[in-house]
């Protein structure tokens, strides 16, 4: 699913009331016909109490007044907030008035706030993505009071005074804080960005009916990959169509299709992590998996993953040895590593020999960024896996969560690799600067092992010799974000270990087989 700049959003509208031969005003009845069908289900009359819509003088307060009278009409307490205006947008001012006469107004002013009470529940329609500066003034104060309140609040399509697909120009100037953000069609840029959660709260997407066609047609960099059916998210965001597929396994196919991995995993003490990682390789549905470990690993993987074979270094506690490269379709490498200066040269040695695809991961991304020139060796469409300290290590520091994006696809393009950058909305980038956000997973799995776990899986559905490398970043990514959610489902998030994410592996990719 694609995701939208504000100014295509604008264009987005104006396409579905051109196609769809209606007015802007039925488009925003639409609106607010969805907007209130989400607040029946999520509040009945009684649990909600009197609420307050704040709305501005655009398209989002019209929103707001049209909401207000469905409300109302459903028998829901209901008053408004009204911010002044030297211009009020056409439907705004058809919703005003159509507005029932008995709903209470009041005129917002920074010498009158409205009454609000620590949970009240506020719909904020101040603005939306008409937002053309940062707030001050009467709306500045509004929103100041509003998030000083301890308040319920709603925000209708993108929380007032966030902007959908680029950072604050004024860091000062104040944002609504919502408890959810629904917004029409598709989610915006702005959702999937850390820095911005404490503002958009928990978000949900309302279908409106919005142009198909305009949205297939849409050039933009941002997506974001979802389940198939309607497993862990919105109704209206479930992909009826998937956004990826594994593709079935033939009859006749033989074990060379899955291909045989190579995995470079462990140290001393961190053993666990070629453990993890080649489990999810196994579960991933390699062919064959090889593990190389140093001596001390030997007896741990042969005894915890019987179904791979073992080469132990000769080094006792960590990898100073390359293998030879011939028998396999995929190599993986970093997982509890360390940085040893032998272990160093494995690596170098590896980026100069290989011609099948890497997947580069943990103490071998600290390697990389120890030593920045070893990335000019980088083969094509390899993938790395950092999370976001080991990303700024290969970088820089982000000023923002915008920079960190702009880092990351100048990064892939200037590499030609593809990097998973892990986090809430892990996103993987691909060499032509596509970005493709995860929808899948849980807070869970910030947890020891869930990246070494990612790895192996990586690693799998690299070796499969039937899918490319974006392919299988996002599918494992998308896998291993469901794993999480399925595990999470019995041992809660506190409870979930990454051995757990291996366990599920199998469940969460059968879901994504067409
Ligand atoms: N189009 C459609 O069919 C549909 C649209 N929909 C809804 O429309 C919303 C977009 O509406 P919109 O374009 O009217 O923008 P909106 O966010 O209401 O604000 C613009 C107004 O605010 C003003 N203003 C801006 N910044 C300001 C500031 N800092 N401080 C003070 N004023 C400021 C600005 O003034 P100006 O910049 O012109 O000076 C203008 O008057 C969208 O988010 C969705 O909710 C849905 O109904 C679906 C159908
Ligand atoms: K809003």
Redesign the pocket.
Same mark, same amino acid.
């Given at each position: 699913m694609k995701l939208l700049s504000a100014a295509q959003? @604008?264009a987005l $509208?104006?396409a579905?009331?051109r196609e769809q031969r209606t007015t802007?005003t039925a488009?925003?009845e639409?609106?607010a016909i969805a907007l209130a069908g989400w607040l029946y289900q999520h509040y009945t009359p009684a649990e909600a109490g009197e609420i307050l819509l704040l709305c501005?003088?655009?398209?989002?307060?019209?929103?707001g007044l049209a909401l207000a009278r469905l409300l109302y009409l459903a028998g829901y307490a209901v008053r408004l907030g009204l911010l002044p205006?030297a211009?009020?947008?056409d439907?705004y001012e058809y919703n005003h008035h159509v507005l029932p006469k008995v709903i209470a107004i009041q005129e917002l002013s920074a010498e009158k706030l409205p009454d609000i009470q620590p949970g009240t529940l506020v719909v904020d329609?101040l603005?939306?993505?008409?937002?053309? @500066?940062?707030? $001050?003034?009467v709306?500045a104060a509004v929103v100041r009071h509003l998030n000083g309140s301890h308040a319920r609040v709603v925000a209708?399509?993108?929380p007032s005074?966030l902007l959908a697909d680029a950072p604050q120009p004024d860091p000062q100037a104040p944002v609504v804080r919502a408890s959810h953000t629904i917004s029409?069609g598709l989610p915006k840029l702005a959702f999937l960005l850390p820095q911005n959660a404490d503002y958009v709260g928990e978000w949900h997407v309302v279908d409106?009916g919005l142009s198909p066609d305009f949205i297939a047609q849409a050039d933009t960099p941002w997506h974001l990959t979802r389940l198939p059916g309607t497993g862990g998210f919105d109704a209206a965001l479930a992909a009826r169509q998937p956004d990826v597929a594994l593709p079935r396994r033939g009859k006749f196919a033989y074990k060379n299709t899955f291909g045989h991995a190579l995995l470079l995993a462990g140290s001393r003490g961190k053993v666990g992590a070629a453990v993890l990682a080649s489990g999810a390789c196994l579960r991933g549905g390699v062919g064959l998996l090889t593990v190389a470990v140093p001596g001390c690993g030997y007896d741990i993987i042969q005894t915890t993953r019987p179904e791979a074979m073992c080469l132990p270094d000769t080094q006792a506690d960590f990898i100073s040895e390359l293998p030879d490269l011939k028998p396999y379709q995929a190599v993986g490498i970093g997982p509890g590593l360390g940085q040893e200066e032998a272990s160093r040269a494995v690596l170098e040695k590896l980026l100069r020999e290989a011609k099948v695809p890497l997947v580069i991961d943990a103490d071998a991304l600290n390697l990389l960024g120890e030593h920045r020139e070893l990335l000019a060796l980088l083969p094509e469409n390899t993938v790395l896996t950092p999370h976001i300290g080991e990303f700024t290590r290969l970088t820089e520091k982000a000023r923002d969560d915008y920079h960190r994006l702009d880092l990351l696809r100048d990064f892939v393009q200037k590499h030609k690799c593809i990097v998973i950058l892990k986090g809430a909305y892990t996103a993987v980038a691909a060499p032509d600067g596509q970005v493709y956000f995860n929808s899948t997973g849980n807070p869970g799995m910030g947890t020891g092992g869930s990246g070494d776990v990612l790895t192996g899986l990586v690693l799998a559905l690299r070796a499969d010799q039937r899918l490319d490398t974006v392919l299988a970043a996002r599918l494992a990514v998308l896998a291993h974000g469901h794993a999480g959610d399925l595990a999470a489902r019995e041992t809660g998030e506190a409870g979930l270990v990454a051995s757990d994410l291996v366990q599920h592996i199998g469940p969460a990719l059968a879901v994504l087989v067409q």
């Open positions: 959003i @604008r $509208d104006q579905t009331i802007s488009l925003m639409r609106a501005g003088p655009g398209n989002n307060g019209g929103d205006a211009k009020y947008s439907d329609a603005f939306g993505t008409g937002l053309s @500066r940062p707030l $001050d003034g709306a209708i399509d993108l005074g029409f409106i």
